[in-house]
């Protein structure tokens, strides 16, 4: 008989810490992001308010789909709920902290943490990743 596989193994933290990267070298910047997984609760409850959204538009225009940069801002609109902090960056000495100027000034952030917030590994409880 074999041995199951228990699932606790997997349970999930509600954030992870993503350190974030030189985007053009790879190398670590000593700046972190603090955010919730698409596990999360405050990512679902953004997911459906977004939901909303896209379904209202749809209603509201004769089934006409939603701009693709109405959607963006919803997604970064997501995407900021979902961080709960960013550490350790600066623009000319002075250090940032507002999540959304930064996704704003700093594309590169933005897609960083979007690859945290969806990478399950970085929320999986004694994970390697974390």
């Known amino acids: 008989m ?77 995407l900021v709920a979902c961080t709960k902090s960013i550490d350790g960056l600066a623009y000319k000495g002075e250090d940032l902290t507002d999540v959304e100027e930064i996704f704003n000034r700093f594309p590169w952030v933005q897609e960083q943490v979007t690859q945290g917030v969806m990478e399950r590994a970085n929320f999986i409880k004694g994970s390697a990743t974390k």
């Open 2 to 78: 074999s041995k199951s596989f228990d699932l606790a193994d997997l349970d999930q933290d509600q954030t992870a810490t993503i350190p974030l990267v030189h985007p053009a070298t790879g190398d670590e910047l000593g700046a972190t992001a603090t955010v919730y997984g698409q596990d999360s609760d405050i990512f679902r409850a953004e997911s459906r308010k977004a939901e909303a959204r896209y379904t209202e538009y749809s209603r509201r225009n004769r089934g006409k789909f939603m701009p693709p940069e109405d959607r963006e801002r919803l997604d970064k609109t997501k």
